[in-house]
Each structure stands twice: as structure tokens, then as C-alpha cells.
């Protein structure tokens, strides 16, 4: 168990509809990371948040969005959803902003657009 | 456009053998190079990571080959066990201080058979 918390593990819905995929990091990690992995692409890093701020940010589409809480829970959320937006969504956490601190992953969310 | 190139995609070895996945990245300008091992149903993780500062790195039975000049990194895998069957990810980044952007490889699907 890598301590990184993914809710919920399964989602299905509907193309056009909006989903919330949440993740808890490990105690005391202030970064969260956010992960698309589908079959054809592999993993694609979406974006970082550390301690509220978004940090870095990867080839994430407009219909999409995140935010970091004070709680430092971290949200993903989805609109406008299309098929190929089904995918393996993941979640990472890290002690640092920067710098080579590990990640660790969660168990991901599987997305199922219908 | 892919950043980090991984081949093989599916990898089959014999116990004890070596199981030998590559990579080559473009981007001059990464600086950390981790591999990710995944289970199925589970999120990736970190196996072992190399600086471009040394060319070679071992963990175990797990060594990481760098070539800077020419721009690859390879993982190696000694004594290859039935438990060591996963995918395997190669990943890329430039690190900074303030957050990192990661490239991941298209994965390779392991299979060591007794």
C-alpha cells in the first residue's frame, strides 16, 4: 500500500457529463501529481501541485482541471467528456515541489466513458 | 510526440535469464532518469533511477545503463524471477526546484516463465 489514496476506483458515465476524481496524498506530502494512462499512449503527466500551487503542467486538455485543497487533498475534474477520454487516471504524491523525491503512486481511478 | 522511446514493447524470458529494456530520450536537458515497475490493478512503482552523472547504477539484481552521449538508458534485470513479471516504464525528467514535468516510455510488458 503505497499510502496514496484514490477515490473512487471505478467511474462510469456518459460522453459530455463532468466527473471528480479525488486523491489523498501519503502523510506528509505536500506535492500531488495527476496521471492519464490509456492503452495506445501510455502514462501522460498531466500536472503538479505543491502545497496549494500548481507547479508544473504536462499536455492537459482545457476540458480539464485540477486543484490542491488546504487539507492538501487534490481534485481532477473532467468535462465535456468524450470517449477517448477513457482512460486509467493516476495520482502521485511527493515530499518536495523539486528535485528527484519519490513519487508514489496511488491505485488510479478507471474512467469509462460511454 | 513521443519524448521517451521504450522498446521492446513485450519482453519474454526464461528464469534466471537477463531481461534487457531500452530507452532513448531527445531532450538534452533531462537530468533524471527513474524506471517504474507495475502490477496489474495497481499504480506504478519506483524501481530505480539514475543521474546523468554516473553511467552506471545497481540495486539488486536491477542495474540502469547509461549512455549520455548517445542518449539511451537501459534497465537490466539479473537472475529474472516469475515475481519480477510486470510492466516496466522508463521515464524522464529536468529537474528543478520549483516542480518537474515527467516523460514516461510506452511501457514493456514482462513476462519471465519457469
Known amino acids: 500500500d503505497s499510502g496514496v489514496t484514490q477515490t473512487p476506483k471505478h467511474l462510469i458515465t456518459a460522453t459530455g457529463q463532468r466527473v471528480t476524481l479525488r486523491c489523498s496524498p501519503r502523510?506528509?506530502?505536500?506535492?500531488v501529481y495527476w496521471y492519464q494512462q490509456s492503452l495506445d499512449q501510455g502514462l501522460q503527466f498531466l500536472i503538479q501541485y505543491y502545497n496549494g500551487e500548481e507547479r508544473a503542467k504536462g499536455n492537459i486538455l482545457e476540458r480539464f482541471s485540477a486543484q490542491q485543497f488546504p487539507d492538501l487533498h487534490s481534485e481532477l475534474n473532467l468535462s465535456s467528456l468524450e470517449l477517448g477520454d477513457s482512460a486509467l487516471y493516476f495520482c502521485?504524491?511527493?515530499?518536495?515541489?523539486?528535485?528527484?523525491?519519490?513519487?508514489?503512486f496511488g491505485a488510479g481511478t478507471r474512467l469509462s466513458v460511454l | 510526440q513521443q519524448q521517451v522511446k521504450q522498446s521492446p514493447q513485450s519482453l519474454i524470458v526464461q528464469k534466471g535469464g537477463i531481461s534487457i529494456i531500452n530507452c532513448a530520450y531527445e531532450n538534452t536537458a533531462f537530468d533524471y532518469f527513474p524506471w517504474y515497475q507495475q502490477f496489474p490493478g495497481k499504480g506504478p512503482a519506483l524501481l530505480i533511477a539514475?543521474?546523468?552523472?554516473?553511467s552506471e547504477k545497481k540495486e539488486g539484481r536491477f542495474t540502469i545503463s547509461f549512455n549520455k552521449s548517445a542518449k539511451q538508458f537501459s534497465l537490466h534485470i539479473m537472475d529474472s524471477q516469475p515475481g519480477d513479471s510486470a510492466t516496466y516504464f522508463c521515464a524522464a525528467s529536468r529537474l528543478t526546484n520549483t516542480g518537474n514535468q515527467f516523460y514516461f516510455g510506452t511501457g514493456t510488458s514482462l513476462t519471465v516463465i519457469p
Open positions: 539514475i543521474r546523468p552523472d554516473v
Open positions: 502521485a504524491s511527493s515530499v518536495g515541489g523539486g528535485g528527484a523525491y519519490i513519487q508514489y
Open positions: 502523510s506528509g506530502d505536500l506535492s
